[in-house]
């Protein structure tokens, strides 16, 4: 009776539809052992189930069959029948039955990881892991259309990508050849969509984005018809939405191509296409509109544009523009109302007082310092920086134009700019007005230094400003005591300006302290690093002091910053000169030939240096050009009818002292030299009426004379006897000439001796033997014609670097040229001597007494008292 449950009293009606027979499962037809089995064998009986089926734990209720509920009254043989497992006929479990050793499922339908086939000790496995890893998915093919198409589309948006990568990096033939490539390869895609039948699917934005991609690299590579042409292709083409907009692309490229009118009919018709929501587009196609109608030279249109544009939405370019318009045409009044138009121009940035910490709050301070140097900051200050660029750029235009006098222009565009948010441009406007008057050399007004000078008394700033431009202005004066001074007042002002430390260190440098003056080039160096002017002159500096390689390290260094200065190669040149190294001046010669292949110093250079390599060929090449550039060249006129003598060619060389002639026609050694050309030449004719000549010139010279009795001589004529004559009186006039000279001389010494003697002083010998003081050693420059550089200096080259110097004027001093035969010797002779290039003496007598060594010295330095190279950078 232990095993006998009663009825509930109440059965629950809606019990046992949710029972499920596994045997329907056809899902579990693998997992069914009994199945397997009879698929396998012959037998096609399935085995009896095996399976107990206990009852449930929930007392009180029956085990329930298909059939109903049964009574559990009746005899034992009923009760024990209860107790076996009550399968019904499709082998289906009873309702509430389980498993031996399995969980109760929560729904008899479809279990989730339960089975049928499950049996004691089984592990619960809801994903089915234990049956081992997925099997790996099937790849799509690619021989389908659609997926061809997709690889297509793939392949030309990665060459578009391509296309664009490779011009932001600046490889402009690259981008184009990846836009064709894109290009080809959707005309491949479009073929492939018609022969697969989805014309009607053609996207249309990928062919607009490799049209417009194309068309841009087109006009990059600046291929303007090709870059038209596709253009064109994309506007006539209806499918394509906005493409009237690419019309200002092909504008663009017809101002390129210098086709004003058609580019103006093209933004106008963009113009038309751009509806007035779009304000900003149309305010941009206007302004182009307008500068294609100032290159044009229609100013009155281009006026028409601009007075719209600064009416519907003001701008500082096209203000700028505007002004520039009036000025052209000279309406003076309208040019002050577009000034005051223009100083209104909101600027829509930020006040800078919004970037200085306050004291008290940490947390702010470190938000201004991270903000303070931000791309916006950056932004603010650039476009701040190009208004103010723009209205002092108007302001010095208009300023001679507006009133009659450029100073009363100036005041009235200061008042208005006061009067502004550009307070701060007030002053530079009033420095800009004195740098005018030192522009047009208006120093008998002083204007410019009473201007200069009204801004000491005002900030730190604008004083260094106003003193270093004294400085300077007092420097080119040559008053270098005033130049000393507001270079001062500039450090002073602003110890870290570096143009007031180079000027104060060329006031030094010209007192001859070059120390002092490479310490102020240096500071000035420290200050800006990149300050050329300093660098420049502390190479002359060391050049100065003897300190070659210091110079030569200086100069290279201002040579990587500026690589096509000529004067930077020149300095670069003469240092390997003074170096002794003529190949390395040789170089940089040519790479300086290269900047100004017609600078005709720098060809005579070369030549000078090929000369002393002992290459006559290289040399009377460069001297050749130097000759056709500059003709008046004596040194070169010389070196060249000397080089054509050397080689037996008289008849040219007469072309080159002729001109010597027409430069020195005080001089007779040239005319001497023409008739000697003639005379070796075998014109003796010509040679005869050469002298002639020279003798109506210059009666009393004996060289001339000794020549036209020679000539007389061997050709028979008559007025031998005469100038025979005439030769024995200049003769014995110039020996009694030089016999009082050298009286005098012997009286002077003997009075100097005895002067000597009486005051116990050193004798006339060991005084010429003292050395030189060094207050008495002088730079020394003559003054030539310079080549044609940029003016970065602002005095001129250093006297060292130019064949004109002192070491250039010594050695055609001592330089040394072939001469003509002698008295004694025949026409035809060809033995030559080396002479004196300061004089020349055909026949070998002296044509003039040549200068002692010390009296060229005292010369010279009389001439390097009277003129200083000034060959520093003021700023």
């Given at each position: ?90 082998g289906r479990p009873m309702t509430g039955a ?182 900003e587009m149309r305010i941009k196609i206007m ?399 010509k040679a005869l009426e050469t002298y002639k ?183």
């Amino acid at each position: 009776m232990e095993h006998l449950h009663l009825a509930a009293e109440e059965d629950d009606l809606y019990s046992g539809y949710n029972d499920y027979n596994p045997t329907f499962d056809s899902e579990e037809l693998d997992n069914d052992a009994g199945f397997q089995q009879a698929v396998r064998t012959s037998h096609g009986r399935r085995p009896p189930m095996t399976a107990k089926f206990p009852g449930t734990a929930i007392g009180g209720r029956a085990l329930g069959t298909s059939f109903g509920v049964e009574s559990s009254f009746g005899c034992e043989s009923r009760l024990l029948k209860s107790r076996m497992p009550m399968a019904s006929s499709m082998g289906r479990p009873m309702t509430g039955a389980v498993q031996d050793g399995a969980a109760r499922p929560m729904t008899a339908v479809r279990a989730a990881g339960y089975s049928s086939a499950m049996t004691r000790g089984s592990t619960f496995d809801p994903l089915g892991q234990s049956k081992g890893p997925a099997p790996p998915l099937e790849g799509k093919s690619e021989d389908t259309p659609d997926e061809k198409v997709k690889i297509l589309e793939k392949k030309v948006n990665d060459l578009i990508e391509e296309s664009c990568l490779a011009h932001g990096l600046g490889d402009l033939q690259l981008s184009l050849d990846r836009a064709k490539e894109a290009g080809r390869k959707e005309r491949a895609l479009v073929r492939q969509r018609e022969q697969s039948g989805n014309a009607d699917h053609i996207n249309l934005d990928l062919t607009y984005s490799v049209l417009f991609n194309l068309a841009t690299q087109y006009a990059n590579n600046d291929m303007y018809a090709e870059a038209l042409n596709t253009y064109q292709v994309i506007v006539k083409n209806k499918m394509f939405s906005n493409a009237g907009r690419l019309k200002v692309n092909m504008a663009n490229i017809h101002f390129k191509q210098k086709n004003y009118p058609k580019a103006i009919k093209l933004y106008r018709m963009a113009l038309d296409q751009i509806s007035n929501s779009h304000k900003e587009m149309r305010i941009k196609i206007m302004q182009n509109i307008g500068v294609v109608f100032i290159r044009m030279g229609q100013y009155s249109d281009a006026i028409t544009s601009f007075e719209h544009i600064m009416s519907e939405c003001p701008n500082i370019k096209t203000g700028f523009n505007l002004i520039l318009c009036y000025y052209a045409i000279g309406d003076r009044e309208r040019m002050k109302k577009a000034f005051q138009k223009l100083i209104c121009v909101p600027l829509g940035i930020d006040e800078e007082d919004k970037y200085i910490p306050p004291n008290d709050d940490t947390h702010a301070n470190l938000v201004i310092e991270a903000i303070k140097n931000d791309k916006l900051h950056q932004m603010e200050r650039e476009r701040k920086a190009l208004a103010e660029k723009f209205i002092m750029t108007s302001a010095k235009l208009i300023a001679p134009a507006i009133e009659v006098t450029f100073a009363a222009g100036f005041d009235w565009c200061v008042d208005m700019v006061k009067s502004s948010q550009y307070v701060e441009l007030a002053n530079d406007l009033e420095i800009n007005k004195a740098i005018t008057y030192l522009r047009q050399r208006d120093f008998n007004q002083l204007e410019a230094v009473e201007t200069l000078k009204t801004f000491e008394k005002k900030d730190s700033r604008v004083k260094s400003a106003a003193a270093t431009n004294l400085s300077f202005l007092y420097f080119l004066e040559k008053d270098y005591d005033q130049a000393d001074r507001y270079a001062d007042l500039a450090m002073t002002a602003d110890r870290y300006n570096p143009a007031a430390l180079i000027n104060k260190g060329n006031t030094v440098f010209v007192k001859k302290d070059y120390e002092k003056a490479a310490e102020f080039y240096k500071e000035a160096l420290r200050n800006d690093s990149s300050c050329t002017e300093a660098l420049y002159n502390l190479g002359l500096t060391y050049k100065r002091l003897g300190r070659l390689e210091e110079s030569l390290d200086c100069f290279l260094k201002l040579h990587a910053i500026l690589r096509n200065s000529a004067q930077v190669m020149w300095q670069l040149a003469n240092l390997f000169e003074m170096l002794e190294d003529p190949h390395q001046a040789i170089e940089w010669l040519m790479q300086l030939i290269t900047v100004t292949p017609t600078d005709p110093q720098v060809l005579a250079k070369l030549g000078e240096l090929y000369d002393s390599e002992g290459d006559k060929s290289q040399a009377f090449q460069y001297y050749q050009e130097s000759f056709r550039y500059f003709p008046s060249n004596i040194d070169v006129i010389e070196w060249l009818g000397a080089y054509y003598i050397d080689t037996q060619f008289c008849e040219k060389a007469i072309q080159y002292f002729e001109r010597a002639t027409l430069i020195q026609p005080t001089q007779v050694k040239w005319q001497l030299m023409v008739a000697s050309c003639y005379r070796r030449s075998g014109n003796y004719q010509k040679a005869l009426e050469t002298y002639k000549d020279i003798h109506r010139k210059f009666p009393e010279n004996v060289e001339c004379l000794r020549f036209l009795v020679r000539l007389c001589t061997d050709m028979g004529m008559k007025e031998v006897q005469d100038y025979a004559t005439k030769l024995k009186k200049v003769e014995k006039m110039k020996e009694i000439r030089e016999q009082r000279v050298k009286s005098a001389r012997e009286g002077s010494a003997r009075g100097t001796r005895r002067e000597g003697s009486a005051s116990s002083v050193c004798t006339p010998d060991s005084v010429r033997h003292l050395p030189k003081k060094d207050s008495e050693v002088d730079i020394k420059a003559v003054s030539h014609p310079e080549p044609k550089h940029s003016p970065l200096l602002a005095q001129g080259r250093d006297s060292g670097h130019s064949s004109h110097g002192t070491s250039a004027k010594g050695e055609r001093l001592s330089a040394k040229m072939r001469a003509l035969p002698g008295s004694n010797e025949p026409y035809e002779a060809s033995s030559q001597r080396d002479i004196d290039a300061s004089y020349v003496d055909p026949l070998g007598a002296p044509m003039e007494r040549p200068k002692t060594a010390a009296k060229k010295r005292n010369e010279e330095d009389e001439f390097a008292d009277e003129e200083l190279g000034d060959d520093l950078l003021p700023e």
